[in-house]
């Protein structure tokens, strides 16, 4: 570990459908597992206190398996997670501050909440379960405080999550990622699902909070234009292995890798009728972004 590194992932291995009987391996599709599938093979990859860091690759290429070993829900067949240079393992082995310092967001905010619980409630809940991030005084006003941070007015505290818009409900889940002042925020596709316009402002708003709250973001996303808009480096993976690393600018710009330049030629083929264009790094023809995303209407 270099100092500042906050997660430090060394040469990470996971795989399914191998260890039978292990929960956390279990075949999730329909039937058996028909095969070993090493979703993370041998992977690498810092994140800084501070830093975004974006990863990105097709669909299938391993971003979610990776994300999940870090947060400790995924266990490695080998390899070590490591948080502030301490060896972490999976959510059950981890430390109640542990635990608390890696939070995620998911892509579908509105299966990712409790449709019946309030939103109160809901960040109520985070703070029983960290009870050393709960607010010491007034906890009205704390929430208040955090619905502010993510934008919402404090009306929204009484509304039922299963009331609210899908824009409405990532920042819920955002709001409560806060709540317990994590240090590094995993978001996975965590603007997939929305709107190109709500993608936007989700965007803004979590480059806004991480410097506000000087927080670390590891940012999955399949859509490079999305991930230029808020990544200070950028990881590319391809099969299980990370094909590229580098400052943004630089694998936007000129990638070195031949998978990561045809990301990037896709990205720039795609209709950009509704999506916003954004500046190529490399000072040529704009990005699209959202482009390849999932979109579904707020409601
Ligand atoms: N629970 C599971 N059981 C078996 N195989 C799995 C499981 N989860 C993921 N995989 C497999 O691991 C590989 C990597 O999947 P993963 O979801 O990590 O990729 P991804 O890049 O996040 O893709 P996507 O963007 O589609 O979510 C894929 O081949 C996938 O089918």
Request: no cysteine.
């Given at each position: 570990m270099t100092g500042q590194n906050l997660v430090e992932v060394r040469d990470l291995r996971v795989s399914f459908g191998r260890r039978t009987g292990s929960r956390l391996h279990r075949w999730t599709?329909?039937?058996?597992?028909?095969?070993?599938?090493?979703?993370?093979?041998?992977?690498?990859?810092t994140v800084a206190a501070d830093e975004t860091v974006?990863?990105?690759?097709?669909?299938?290429?391993?971003?979610?398996?990776?994300?999940?070993a870090v947060v400790g829900l995924a266990?490695?067949?080998a390899g070590t997670v490591l948080l502030d240079g301490d060896r972490v393992g999976p959510v059950g082995r981890r430390t109640a501050a542990q635990q608390r310092a890696v939070q995620m967001v998911f892509q579908d905010p509105r299966s990712s909440l409790n449709p019946r619980m309030s939103v109160a409630a809901i960040i109520g809940e985070a703070w029983r379960t960290h009870p050393v991030s709960a607010p010491a005084g007034d906890r009205a006003a704390a929430l208040r405080q955090l619905?502010?941070?993510v934008g919402l007015d404090e009306s929204?505290?009484?509304h039922r999550a299963g009331e609210l818009s899908g824009g409405q409900c990532q920042r819920i889940s955002i709001a409560r990622a806060l709540a317990v002042k994590p240090r590094l925020l995993v978001c996975d596709e965590a603007v997939s699902a929305l709107d190109v316009s709500v993608q936007a402002q989700i965007l803004r708003l979590l480059d806004d909070l991480r410097r506000r709250h000087h927080l670390a973001m590891l940012f999955i996303s399949h859509d490079l234009g999305v991930v230029h808009q808020i990544a200070d480096r950028i990881a590319v993976m391809r099969r299980g292995v990370l094909v590229e690393e580098g400052r943004a600018t630089d694998v936007l710009g000129s990638p070195?890798?031949?998978y990561t330049r045809s990301l990037l030629d896709a990205a720039l083929e795609l209709d950009t009728e509704d999506s916003p264009p954004v500046p190529d790094p490399a000072g040529g023809e704009p990005m699209p972004a959202g482009g390849t995303s999932e979109r579904t209407t707020e409601r």
């Open positions: 599709g329909t039937g058996t597992a028909p095969r070993e599938v090493v979703a993370v093979d041998g992977v690498s990859l974006g990863l990105v690759g097709e669909s299938g290429s391993g971003k979610t398996t990776l994300a999940r266990r490695p067949d619905l502010d941070d929204v505290a009484r070195r890798h031949e």
